[in-house]
């Protein structure tokens, strides 16, 4: 059963960067793309970026292309966000996601909180 669990997020100001961690488990992630969500009050979840765990082919948003790179570590089963230049516009609820390359069923994380202040 994969497992997925979020760490990293925090407040920071407008013009800030900030490392967002996610910790896979129970199983072996080859042929799996790994994504992040996000989430603002009032609004629907959204997608962010994603990254292919074989190859490491990567996705953005439109929002974030230039200002946000994801990135796996293979040998410890980590999924990172690294995210420069942040805006108010990016606070909100950030999911750590992963499903089968076949699938469409994400399996989600239980998420960790960005905020940013102007």
């Known amino acids: 059963q994969v497992q997925l669990l979020e760490s990293g997020g925090g407040l920071v100001q407008a013009g800030d960067s900030l490392r967002l961690s996610c910790a896979a488990s129970?199983?072996?992630?080859?042929?799996?793309?790994m994504a992040w969500f996000r989430q603002a009050p009032g609004k629907e979840r959204k997608f962010v970026a994603s990254?292919?765990?074989?190859?490491?082919?990567?996705d953005y948003a439109d929002s974030v292309k230039g200002r946000f790179v994801i990135s796996r570590d293979n040998a410890k089963n980590m999924v990172y966000l690294q995210m420069n230049s942040l805006k108010p516009e990016d606070a909100a609820i950030y999911y750590c996601?992963?499903?089968?390359?076949?699938?469409?069923?994400?399996?989600w994380g239980q998420g960790t909180q960005v905020t940013v202040s102007s």
């Open positions: 996601t992963a499903r089968q390359e076949y699938s469409v069923l994400w399996t």
């Open positions: 129970g199983r072996t992630f080859g042929g799996y793309v």
């Open positions: 990254i292919r765990w074989s190859g490491g082919t990567t």
